[in-house]
């Protein structure tokens, strides 16, 4: 399987903001013993400071 990116697809900003948060949110990813083959897993949480801001941000956007 070819990994190579497009040449075309690093000007797009969309894909490089979507390949930024991507890769910020990779080292979150954990696999299950049981379908460590398959690579099925689960988001690890980043804890309640996140959810915090997430519910802030909301709240802001509801406001305006």
Known sequence: MNQA???KLL???V???LMAEGLAIQ???AAEPVYAKTGK???KPT???ELKR???AKKQNKSK
């Open 11 to 13: 000007n797009d900003p």
């Open 54 to 56: 997430i519910k802030d």
């Open 41 to 43: 897993g689960f988001l």
């Open 47 to 49: 804890g309640v400071d």
């Open 15 to 17: 894909f490089l903001e």
């Open 5 to 7: 990116i497009d040449p």
């Open 27 to 29: 080292d979150r990813f």
